[in-house]
């Protein structure tokens, strides 16, 4: 009946499938059952004859057949439904005069960034502190990040790039992500497959993406692999080039928060000596740990056909089990960019066909270490 809503693309998760939208780029996973009440409704040349289809199906109840039909109606029209800009997003905006002003140098390349407000900093500065320098060059590529009533925005060179909704902050900060990687790899939107949320560490030869909730010591992780000497490729924000499926380097700082303030202290002699950042509404303490290695001097990119989805709790066992993708992309893909573009999407759905997936529970910082190392030797 809705043709038009149909799925794009599919992908088998073990007994359930991954759908991906064209219409609104939304990725949605499904059972198998619900795969089939889809299909049956998108087919169906009438109502009636999708009633008279699934009155077949013996798994169904066939006296909620008719709620079934709305349901699937409205989980298409959901799955297709794409961001409603508001009437902000389609003038040109004037850029406001910058509240504070900084200047990093990464490799060759320096970058002003202005940024409209304190908050505004402290979403992305922290991060990039460690890069900062005093002199502003006339070549800088430069960013304006401000707020525009309920919308941020960034700027580069002075062209309007996208706008955000306040409260998806997030947002901003992995589109800056991209923008600063389009600036190192002399790349475009267009070239990138995604920005995934999560952090990423190489033996120097292949990579492994690390995902999993705030305060599941994602970031804990990365900085104590980082202390045995892996390489720390990315924290928080991974981004993925479409035309060969390897992760990039963000030249970032890792985000570690106050309770892993302890830990840390006694890898990192330098650690005492970091400042205190107080972050968002909640006030959470934080501290950002910078890579040791030159980033001009590191190899930027690496394959990576490992993902791991990290859960620290003191008390749990320590434990690892290659999984099924299912939960671990509930968890990548809701907070990650992934390319509109349908020959992107495809690309996307074929790098998780190779993918192995694993979930790690623990509370004994060695042997997660430990398994890291078994995982890059595997």
């Known amino acids: 009946m809705k043709a038009d809503l149909a799925p794009k693309y599919s992908y088998k998760l073990d007994e359930n499938y991954l759908l991906w939208f064209e219409k609104s780029n939304n990725y949605v996973i499904v059972s198998e059952l619900l795969k089939v009440i889809l299909e049956t409704f998108i087919k169906a040349k009438s109502r009636d004859e999708c009633v008279k289809t699934l009155s077949s199906i013996p798994k169904l109840n066939t006296q909620n057949i008719n709620s079934l039909v709305k349901e699937a109606s409205d989980f298409l029209n959901e799955a297709n439904t794409t961001e409603k800009l508001t009437i902000e997003d389609h003038l040109k905006f004037t850029i406001t005069k ?81 923008e600063i990687a389009n600036v190192l790899y002399k790349k475009t939107e267009q070239d990138w497959l995604a920005t995934f949320h999560a952090s990423t560490v190489s033996n120097k030869n292949k990579a492994i993406m690390i995902v999993g909730d705030s305060g599941n010591g994602k970031s804990t992780l990365t900085a104590l692999l980082m202390a045995q000497g892996f390489d720390m490729l990315a924290d928080d924000v991974t981004p993925m080039l479409a035309e060969t499926q390897e992760v990039y380097r963000n030249p970032s700082a890792i985000s570690v928060k106050e309770g892993a303030f302890n830990i840390l202290e006694d890898e990192f002699p330098h650690f005492n000596e970091l400042k205190i950042h107080a972050n968002g509404q909640k006030k959470v303490l934080v501290k950002y740990l910078a890579s040791s290695n030159p980033f001009h001097e590191m190899k930027p990119s690496f394959p990576c056909n490992t993902v791991v989805l990290v859960n620290y709790s003191k008390d749990s066992k320590s434990t690892i089990n290659k999984v099924s993708g299912e939960q671990i992309l509930k968890t990548l893909i809701p907070d990650s960019w992934i390319s509109p573009k349908p020959e992107h999407s495809k690309k996307f759905i074929d790098w998780l066909t190779n993918v192995r997936f694993y979930q790690l529970n623990y509370s004994d910082n060695a042997y997660a270490i430990n398994e890291f190392k078994v995982l890059f030797d595997s």
């Open 98 to 178: 910058p509240h504070i002003s900084k200047t990093y140098a990464i490799g060759e390349h320096h970058i002003l960034v202005n940024y409209g407000s304190e908050i505004l900093e402290s979403l992305i500065h922290p991060l990039f502190d460690h890069l900062t320098i005093n002199s502003v060059t006339t070549t800088a590529v430069v960013f304006d990040l401000f707020q525009y009533k309920n919308r941020l925005l960034i700027y580069k060179d002075q062209l309007f790039l996208k706008s955000f909704e306040t409260k998806k902050f997030n947002y901003l900060q992995g589109r800056f992500t991209l």
